[in-house]
């Protein structure tokens, strides 16, 4: 699906002045950005998360940076990506349509990183079935894992592997210090809205209004909790006060 921001939104400078970052705060942003990113052996820490055998399904994962993705799996990629998705596109002129050259180079994008999971038999890795795209970066002055593609095969659709690939995204993020999970959705898009809700993904604070008549939805899972609002110091001139601070009223 890509990735769409609601530019130049008054909500969006709201939050962006709300968001203001310290120099210090940006720098440690940047910094748990280019840790996550750098990571080249991502699965290796998760054994339970390197194969889906469930549903009649027997798939193993491989995660790829785009450099080193096979040229055939992103020529699969790219030809799941528009089966799936070009008349969607189309229709609701997402992006202006359907254009292959702007999806390669999304899928070829060096920050672009990749799992990807393959058929499994008899221990033999075979064809791809799945993927999801996503970067690491700073929205709204908070780092996020964003999704910019999750594509199943039709074969192996409806048997729970695209919950387990969006949970293991959830994951990753988390566990390297991500504030939210976001991606775009289109709205004709029913299917993928439906699991979207069904994992309580809500829209973003950026995502467009209703009666702005956008085509699309931008949603996040919030995975850490609001910094708590800080209250003003209060000058303590008496013992009372000093065992409300402490006891409450
Ligand atoms: C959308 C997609 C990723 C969902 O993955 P999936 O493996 O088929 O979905 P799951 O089996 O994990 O289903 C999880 C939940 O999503 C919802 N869901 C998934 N497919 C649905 C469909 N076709 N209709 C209605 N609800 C659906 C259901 O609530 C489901 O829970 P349930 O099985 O308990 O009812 C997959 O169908 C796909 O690749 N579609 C084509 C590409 C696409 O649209 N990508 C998303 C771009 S934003």
Known sequence: MGKKSNKGKERKQQRKAENGKLIGEQREIADTLRH???VKDLLKEYPAFQQYSRNGLNLSLEYYWAEDMP???QEWALALCKSNMEEMYN???Y???????IKLEELAAPEARFLVAYQKVNGEQLDPMAFVHFRWECEESVPVLYCYEIQLEAAVQRKGLGRFLMKFLELIARKAGMHELMLTVLKANTA???MYAKLDYVPHETSPLEEEGENYTILTKRLVAPAPVQQPLRAVTNSFQLENIIFGS
């Open 36 to 38: 996550a990113s750098e």
């Open 71 to 73: 040229q055939d799996t």
């Open 192 to 194: 993928a809205a439906a």
């Open 95 to 101: 992006n202006g349509g359907w254009n292959n050259e």
């Open 91 to 93: 229709r609701a002129m």
